[in-house]
């Protein structure tokens, strides 16, 4: 089969607004969906892999049990995300929570301020504690900024910035809130879209999404510093709709994405992919059980231990910032 353009879309993205469309590329976030969700519980083809959210009153939020926080047997199935309360604002849209590997600081975007969306700074003093959050500086100058991905040491931070078009940019960090502004990554950009980019735990590796070829399709490279390697496509991945949001354990073996691909439930699903080897490609993917909705819905991160996935889904009407825990 030939592959097709899937559809025109000027921005790709979890951003929302003028220039960014998140949590899919080219799609419209669903604003009529029902109320906020503070917390969310599974309803039916539970086997199959589909939620669906419930709301609950104002102030409601998951346990601590559910956020995170010791052992899991990673045979399991993830449980239902539980909406983290603290990150999701309940007007403008919120995504990309990605951590440092004690799970304890990370960043994300978000537009609650400002009227554009911008990177934050998140901590916790540990797992079962909601984070606080503070804006981050040295990486704005006016123009959009999504999908905040940090090394390993929190010096280096990869991102998606909007400007002539969507493109990947590198930033230093000077203190855990403050960082030197931003390089367009000229190895890795082109004059279609680049955006979704993630540094994996462990790995001097960055996996972004590109529509250079006419569609979304995951591409990886490597990493030196803040200095990147042209990028080869996954092509074990690609079919004729978009994959993106990719998102590799600390092993390299397997990768989390999301795709609009076929036989799913709707909109952007979560899908997983194995490897046995790391110079093996992937294997086929399958939707992951439990996590996914009738709406878009996108891995963000998964813990160093593998016992959570960060997602992010505009289940609610707007995107918002959840987490799934395996048993």
């Not at 999701?88 to 994300?108: A, H, I, K, M, W």
């Not at 940090?150 to 590198?170: A, H, K």
């Not at 899908?271 to 110079?279: E, F, S, V």
């Amino acid at each position: 089969m030939s592959r097709r353009s899937r559809r025109t879309r000027p921005r790709v993205g979890h951003g929302t607004g003028p220039d960014l469309q998140r949590p899919a590329i080219g799609r419209r976030a669903t604003a009529d969906t029902a109320c906020r969700v503070l917390a969310c519980a599974a309803i039916g083809c539970a086997a199959c892999g589909r939620f669906e959210f419930d709301p609950l009153p104002d102030g409601a939020t998951g346990s601590s049990d559910a956020r995170g926080g010791g052992s899991c047997d990673l045979a399991a199935p993830f449980g239902t995300p539980v909406l983290i309360a603290e990150l999701s604002d309940s007007v403008q849209p919120d995504g990309t929570l990605r951590l440092l590997p004690d799970e304890l600081t990370g960043y994300f975007w978000s537009r609650r301020s400002a009227g554009m969306s911008q990177i934050y700074v998140v901590s916790r003093p540990d797992l079962a504690s909601p984070f606080t959050l503070e804006l981050v500086t040295g990486v704005g100058g006016g123009a959009n900024q999504v999908d905040p991905s940090i090394s390993d040491d929190g010096s280096v931070m990869v991102l998606r910035q909007s400007g002539p078009g969507d493109d990947l940019y590198v930033a230093t960090r000077v203190t855990v809130d403050t960082f030197t502004g931003t390089t367009a990554i000229s190895s890795l950009n082109t004059a279609s879209a680049e955006a979704q980019c993630f540094l994996p735990i462990g790995r001097d590796e960055i996996y972004f999404e590109s529509t250079r070829t006419g569609a979304g399709d995951i591409y990886m490279a490597t990493r030196t510093g803040t200095t990147f390697s042209p990028p080869t496509a996954l092509m074990s991945l690609a079919t004729p709709y978009d994959e993106g949001d990719p998102v590799v354990t600390a092993d390299g073996l397997t990768i989390y994405f999301r795709s609009d691909r076929p036989a799913a439930f709707g909109g952007y699903n979560i899908y997983t992919a194995t490897r046995t080897d790391l110079g093996d490609t992937f294997g086929p993917a399958t939707l992951v059980p439990n996590v996914n909705t009738s709406a878009d819905d996108g891995p963000s991160w998964i813990s160093p231990d593998g016992c959570r996935l960060y997602i992010s889904s505009d289940a609610a009407g707007t995107n918002d910032v959840y987490v799934a825990s395996r048993g």
